[in-house]
């Protein structure tokens, strides 16, 4: 079945490392996006990505990078920059005006 | 910017009972793009409904319906004879294809559908 993998479901980060979520899918969707989410509030997009070896800045891009080398993989990585990086993370794809098709997510914590 | 605001956090009703959530959007785009999402305890975000803006006529999908008001940038979910697997935040989403596809999501609606 086609869909979108993100892993680890759970992660934890220590001060001052650098930690990667990744995010595969197997839909041939063009479009894919990375959103955080924390407790009220709604998903706010981090980064997004229309093709491959191309993507631009969501609303809350500081302290992220990620990388679009391949249709399928999108990862991000979350950087020493991002003080307050305990949330939850959702990748998306889409393909033209289709509706987003979600992961499972990766909730992330600080040790 | 595109706004999206749910200015109802929290409802609750009764099961078989009818609830309807909120949603109102700010744009000057004519071509856009209404959803609502439906994100259970288990995190996953679920499509529920898609109304495209060119269309008059209120989606419907099963029990789920929506009241598209155009001129009042407004656009409410409808969840009729009520069941607890309803319980869920729901999330009301604007798109429009000019900014290449970027959603805009509302904060939510946490839903409880009481036995």
């Known amino acids: 079945d086609g869909g979108i993998t993100q892993s680890p479901k759970y992660l934890f980060r220590k001060e001052g490392q650098n930690v990667t979520l990744s995010c595969e899918q197997n839909?041939?969707?063009?479009?894919m996006y990375w959103y955080r989410q924390d407790p009220g509030q709604g998903l706010r997009l981090i980064y997004y990505s229309q093709i491959v070896n191309d993507f631009q800045k969501g609303d809350i891009a500081e302290g992220y990078s990620v990388s679009r080398e391949k249709k399928e993989s999108f990862p991000l990585t979350v950087t020493s920059a991002q003080k307050n990086p305990t949330a939850f993370y959702l990748c998306?794809?889409?393909?033209?005006?289709?509706?987003?098709?979600f992961g499972d997510g990766t909730r992330l914590s600080i040790l | 910017a595109q706004t999206v605001t749910q200015s109802q956090p929290e409802m609750s009703v009764q099961e078989a009972e009818t609830v309807t959530l909120s949603c109102t959007y700010d744009t000057s785009e004519n071509n856009y793009y209404l959803f609502w999402y439906k994100q259970p305890p288990s995190r996953q975000m679920i499509l529920v409904i898609r109304?495209?803006?060119?269309?008059?006529q209120n989606a419907t999908e099963n029990r789920f319906s929506v009241n598209f008001q155009k001129a009042a940038k407004s656009f409410s979910l409808k969840i009729s004879d009520s069941q607890l697997g309803d319980t869920a935040m729901y999330f009301c989403?604007?798109?429009?294809?000019?900014?290449?596809?970027?959603?805009?999501f509302g904060t939510g609606t946490s839903l409880t559908v009481i036995p």
């Open positions: 989403a604007f798109m429009k294809p000019s900014t290449g596809n970027q959603f805009y």
């Open positions: 998306a794809s889409s393909v033209a005006i289709s509706p987003q098709h």
């Open positions: 839909l041939n969707h063009d479009a």
């Open positions: 109304q495209e803006a060119y269309k008059q």
